[in-house]
Each structure stands twice: as C-alpha cells, then as structure tokens.
C-alpha cells in the first residue's frame, strides 16, 4: 500500500454559510434520512465531494481502490448510516468518500457503533467497530498481500472487511489487474494466494477470478509486447 492509498481525513470540511442555509432548507425541523435527497443540497454535496477527493487522495475510504467518475463514481457515504443517526447526517466528520459497491456493501444495517444508543457522535476510535477514515491508519488495521488481497490484522480490520465485502472476487481481480500492470509474468503466484480458507467468497468464485486473471495477463503481455516491437 502506497502512501496515497493510506490516508487518514486529517481536517473536517467547514460548512460555509451557503452549506447551512441548503442544510436548513433541505431540514428545518426534525432530520429525517429521505432529506438527503434534496435538490437544495446540490451545491453542498458537491463542496464535500470536492474536498473529500483532495483529502483521501481520490481513493475509496474502505477498499482504497482510486476512484473515476466512468467507472467507480465516488459517492458520499455516512460512516454511521443516516438511517441509524439521521442527526448526523450533515455533520463533516461522520461523511467520507466511497465506491459504489463498498458503499453498496456497507449498507446501513451491520453495525458500526460499539453502542448504537449514543446521542451525541462519538470522535474516537474505540467507539467505533470499522476503520474510521478520519481517525484510523487503515495499513495498521488491514494488510494488502501482495497488494491483491485483504487480511484483517485487527478487529477492526476484520469488521471493515465484512462490512464492505472487501473478500469479493470482483475486488481482488481488479487489484490483481493493476499489479499486472507492473508484472504480467507474476500469474502464478497471485493464484496460488486465494487458495486459502480466509477468502471464502474467492474460492467460491474461482473459476471466474481465474479467467479474469488469464484474460488481462494475456492482453498485457500482448501490450507489451507490441511496445518492445521495432
């Protein structure tokens, strides 16, 4: 894991003066999770997405894959669900940036709260169960086999990995590919690294990783291989 792909949101956005008056529009009484929808709240959801991009270096705040607009559009995602704490939904440190398919994955029943019964949001680390972007290093809670797969080293890391699916098939074959990049002739060795019991949902899914696997090794052996032809 490179530097880029473990940050930790070191600072909150401010809200700006636009931001509460859209927030106040959008709720002006009690908050409900179905107001996030508002059109009022366009402009603020976009300075959060603005920020947040620059602060976690463009990468998802759970599987720190990059993130592009064409095929992982970033979104933003509640740490704690609005569903859960809809009080919370407007408040910088509990928004962070995702992919769709962790954000997806996550969704808003699995606990991510040591006690869901708090009123006030909770700023520190042991209170919370998964990784906490603005609080965690992410490479002291998960290790990156060979950049490829996802290994729980804490309880933390452990629960973010079941919360965001990050064993899933999809998952390791796209990291598999951007290792390929680099190492094309390396195909033997990332097979031989799912064939273990902690990633169920890759053994369960072999034949399709396998094939994933063979087809871009072999598109970029034939790239480079046109690149070293005279």
């Not at 696997?213 to 072999?218: C, G, P, T, W």
């Amino acid at each position: 894991m490179n530097k880029f792909e473990d940050f930790i949101i070191d600072k909150d956005y401010e809200l700006t003066t636009e931001d509460e008056e859209a927030i106040q529009k959008a709720s002006p009484g009690v908050k409900d999770g179905d107001h996030w929808t508002k059109p009022c709240l366009d402009c603020f959801k976009q300075n959060i997405k603005d920020y947040l991009k620059k602060k976690q270096n463009e990468y998802c705040a759970y599987c720190r894959m990059e993130l592009h607009d064409n095929e992982a559009s970033p979104e933003i995602e509640h740490i704690v669900p609005k569903k859960l704490k809809a009080d919370w939904m407007y408040i910088p440190f509990n928004l962070c940036l995702s992919c769709k398919l962790c954000n997806t994955k996550k969704g808003n029943v699995k606990p991510v709260l040591r006690n869901d019964s708090v009123t006030d949001l909770p700023t520190t680390s042991d209170q919370y169960l998964l990784i906490h972007p603005h609080l965690d290093k992410y490479s002291d809670n998960i290790e990156l086999v060979d950049g490829i797969l996802y290994k729980g080293i804490t309880d933390k890391g452990v629960h973010t990995i079941y919360l965001c699916e990050l064993d899933r098939y999809e998952l390791a074959a796209a990291r598999a590919s951007e290792v390929l990049k680099k190492d094309a002739d390396s195909i033997t060795r990332f097979l031989l690294l799912v064939n273990d019991a902690n990633n169920q949902k890759l053994l369960n899914n072999l034949d399709s990783f396998i094939e994933k696997i063979k087809e871009r090794a072999k598109r970029y052996k034939e790239i480079q291989g046109q690149k070293i032809t005279p």
